[in-house]
């Protein structure tokens, strides 16, 4: 099975692009579930106390979502997640005691589920970020500062290289989302379903069966 993951900050597109891509592609989207999540709403009222319990439960709860997406025998599942992204949010809301902990659950997860085939980076500055939060209106997200969403994207930075070294095979894609916002213009979504084939070369070919339908439909 192949599986792409879509990496980015907050309101960065990860959720739109991702049903544009698995609509594009006729795959399957894996979509977080991020309301019903366990700790998610205690922890933006108090993250410094909920730190550890939020960022377990969504590692648990992606870790799930691929696990299931794979037993139904699908070839190729679009996730608007990232399971390092787990991460990179412990690294900026957790002690290093707690931080530690979630790791090693983490490498025990890819011990179970593998590493992604191919991983969209959307990068998107703090400020257009905290623009599409207030957008958005997620109450739990009132309290987002701007240096928060600085320390996110430099640790999803960090955390990516890391994954580049622990799997050397990986395709990675680099968009930046700045100018573009996926959840008011799809259609921007859907010709970048057809750009991405093309920037991948090769490594379209990881798509089975899906890159000549991708560059006909975008």
């Not at 979502?65 to 679009?78: H, P, Y």
């Not at 894609?173 to 010709?191: G, L, Y």
């Amino acid at each position: 099975m192949t599986r792409l993951e879509i990496v980015g900050g907050i309101g960065a597109g990860k959720t739109t692009l991702a049903r544009v891509l698995a609509e594009a592609w006729s795959s399957h989207v894996v979509h977080e579930d991020v309301l019903n999540v366990p700790f998610f709403s205690k922890f933006y009222a108090a993250p410094q106390v909920y730190g550890f319990e939020k960022n377990i439960s969504f590692l648990l709860s992606h870790a799930d979502l691929i696990r299931d997406a794979a037993g139904k025998g699908e070839d190729l599942i679009v996730c608007d997640f990232a399971l390092f992204q787990d991460l990179s949010y412990s690294d900026i809301g957790c002690s290093p005691a707690d931080a530690d902990a979630i790791e090693a659950v983490y490498h025990r997860l890819i011990d179970r589920v593998g590493y992604p085939t191919l991983v969209v980076h959307l990068r998107c500055t703090p400020d257009t970020q905290l623009q599409r939060i207030a957008l958005r209106g997620r109450s739990q997200e009132t309290g987002i500062e701007r240096a928060y969403l600085v320390d996110l994207c430099a640790a999803i930075d960090r955390r990516l290289e890391q994954l580049r070294s622990e799997a050397p095979g990986l395709t990675v894609v680099e968009i930046d989302t700045d100018e573009v916002d996926f959840a008011t213009n799809p259609a921007a979504a859907h010709t970048l379903a057809g750009e991405l084939i093309a920037s991948m070369g090769s490594a379209a070919q990881l798509l089975p069966g899906h890159a000549g339908a991708a560059g006909r439909q975008a």
